[in-house]
């Protein structure tokens, strides 16, 4: 019959969450930049977007701004 596993000292099991948790932190401060990163990029390429379709309107800006404004 199979044994299960080895209890580990509670000094190495305090270690080993401690160095997990850093991990994590470590991972989630990269995913968090990322993120920011991602979001800079989307807000970019609807500017780009919102500026050709604006250009390609022939309407002016001042116009443009009125109509969305309702």
């Known amino acids: 019959m199979p044994r299960g ?3 580990l000292p509670l ?3 305090i270690r ?3 160095n997990s948790m850093a991990e994590l932190t ?3 401060a990269k995913k968090k930049k ?4 991602l979001e800079k990029a989307q807000k970019e ?3 780009e977007k919102l500026a050709e379709a604006a250009s390609n ?7 443009i701004i ?3 404004q309702g």
Do not use: I
């Open 11 to 13: 000094e190495e099991q």
């Open 5 to 7: 596993k080895k209890k």
């Open 26 to 28: 470590a991972e989630l």
């Open 34 to 37: 990322l993120l920011k990163e």
């Open 66 to 68: 009125q109509m969305l």
């Open 57 to 63: 309107s022939g309407k002016s800006l001042e116009e």
């Open 45 to 47: 390429e609807m500017k």
């Open 16 to 18: 080993n969450v401690k």
